[in-house]
């Protein structure tokens, strides 16, 4: 059985899921088959409650939630069970706010430049694995992503909330998938063509000008909509001047230190991350670019979990039993030659890891994501190994990465009123707020996500999270 998947590791979403699934139409309803625990009034007990704010675990808690809120939490000895309650008895369990994920994806790469759609499958592996607010960072399809945001929020299809993004903006490409811009013009066009699709946020790719990007982000910021990027024609301290809300890939996409770099013409992506692999994180141009980023309040997405695929000597990835053999196969092979490799990415990924510190020591906001592209080892919904990722206002310890000190506080907010930071668990690398009010807690308003979802449950010994997976099962050949 899938390591995902294993009845060992399987966890619950616990949060009046059965009362959501209810007003959408009852037994019958599309989301029936994923609910494992249903009631109006459900107590989670003696569960392990790791809360996201960064304070100690809680032990032998029990958590009762109440028409979707958590009416009470506090020691399993001293808080009472409601009468009629369903009760879940969650010895060896932790129970966690959901995961917001920034840098994700509905495609797979298939063959060179192609990316299989597969929304309705990895909308369900996110949600697997504890995912309940995501954003799509690149859309090579068009309507799917808006279309599945658009499902799973009337109650159609189960999986997270969605932060749809457009179609890339992007100059011109070798991409069969990908529209090629051909001047400011037809950026502001497109974005207000996919604001009206629905889109909920851009992304802007590496050969894109600045007069491209200006006049998207201006379009974009008309309509209260963010733009994130993952650059290179286009410097991060260019991308700043011009408004952009979110930089892609930490500093590895950066181009502001390639030596007599043109304007609105990329290097050449190997050029950029040697010029990152050199950099010092303690040098005067750096830490300008830090001071630039923080003070115009641009986040960077840590997306390092794909970037450990192409690095030699790093472990294997968690979840590729989910693919296909041949695609299983084909990415134990590239990961076998990777390892025998000399590769920039033995001194990029540790570079990678330590200017993100520096970026959090400065005061910056570090959000993450998966990205689960490159050569195919990163699963949707799987998480890195044992890594912690910090961002504003937290104080988490990674291995590799050393403590990171709490900042002051300040948090930048992606298209919804959510703010997203990461939780202080291992291999968990986000985690939504829980918000006290009058009667209990909620989860945060505005961010279209209805209060479903709000704990996932795994093992304590580190299985997975799995949420809301009843009916879940791998398919051994197929993935949609």
């Given amino acids: 059985m899938n390591r995902l998947l294993t009845s060992a590791t399987l966890a619950i979403t616990i949060a009046a899921v059965a009362v959501v699934a209810a007003q959408r139409g009852g037994p019958g309803s599309a989301l029936q088959q994923f609910l494992k625990v249903q009631g109006a009034v459900v107590a989670l007990t003696h569960v392990r409650v790791i809360d996201g704010t960064g304070a100690p675990a809680r032990e032998d808690q029990t958590l009762v939630i109440r028409d979707g809120r958590i009416a009470a939490l506090g020691a399993a000895s001293s808080t009472a069970v409601p009468e009629g ?32 759609q597969l929304g309705q499958s990895f909308t369900r592996l996110y949600l697997a694995g504890g995912v309940t607010t995501m954003r799509t960072g690149g859309n090579v399809n068009g309507v799917m992503d808006i279309a599945m945001k658009q499902r799973i929020e009337r109650g159609e299809s189960a999986g997270p909330a969605i932060d749809a993004t457009a179609p890339y903006l992007e100059g011109p490409n070798g991409f069969l998938q990908m529209h090629a811009l051909t001047d400011a013009a037809d950026a502001q066009r497109q974005v207000e063509y996919w604001a ?36 290179c024609s286009v410097t991060y301290a260019e991308a700043a001047a011009l408004g952009i809300d979110n930089l892609e890939h930490g500093f590895a996409a950066s181009t502001d230190f390639v030596a007599n770099k043109q304007p609105d013409r990329c290097p050449g992506q190997g050029t950029g991350q040697q010029s ?60 076998a030659r990777t390892a025998t490799r000399t590769s920039v990415y033995s001194t990029l990924f540790p570079k990678m890891m330590a200017l993100e510190r520096a970026f959090v020591k ?28 910090a961002t504003r206002g937290h104080q988490h310890r990674d291995p ?35 918000v006290h009010e009058e009667g209990g807690y909620r989860l945060p308003t505005g961010c279209g996500f209805r209060p479903r ?25 197929r993935m949609s």
């Fill in 196 to 231: 009206g699709m629905g889109a909920t946020s851009f992304k802007a790719y590496m050969n894109i000008t600045r007069a491209e990007l200006g006049a998207a982000i201006k379009a974009a910021h008309a309509r209260k909509l963010k733009v994130t990027g993952h650059l």
């Fill in 362 to 389: 400065a005061g910056g906001t570090l959000v993450a994501g998966t990205d689960p592209t490159g050569s195919g080892g990163v699963i949707p919904g799987t998480v890195c190994r044992g890594r912690v990722y």
């Fill in 85 to 116: 309650a369903t009760v879940v008895d969650a010895t060896g369990k932790t129970a966690i706010p959901g995961l917001v994920m920034l840098h994700e994806h509905l495609y797979y790469p298939t063959g060179p430049s192609v990316y299989g």
């Fill in 400 to 434: 590799e990465r050393g403590q990171i000190p709490r900042p002051r506080p300040g948090h930048w907010q992606p298209r919804h009123r959510e703010t997203s930071r990461h939780s202080p668990i291992e291999r968990q690398p986000c985690s939504r707020y829980l």
């Fill in 276 to 335: 990152i692999a050199s950099l010092d994180p303690e040098s005067a141009p750096f830490k300008a670019l830090v001071k630039t980023l923080v003070d115009r309040k641009v986040a960077l997405t840590s997306t390092l979990t794909v970037f450990e695929t192409f690095t030699p000597g790093r472990p294997m990835p968690p979840g590729i039993d989910v693919l296909l053999p041949d695609l299983k196969k084909q990415f134990e092979e590239t990961h």
């Fill in 453 to 477: 979802q709000t704990y996932s449950v795994s093992d304590r010994q580190g299985g997975p999270l799995v949420s809301g997976t009843k009916g879940l099962r791998r398919r051994k050949h």
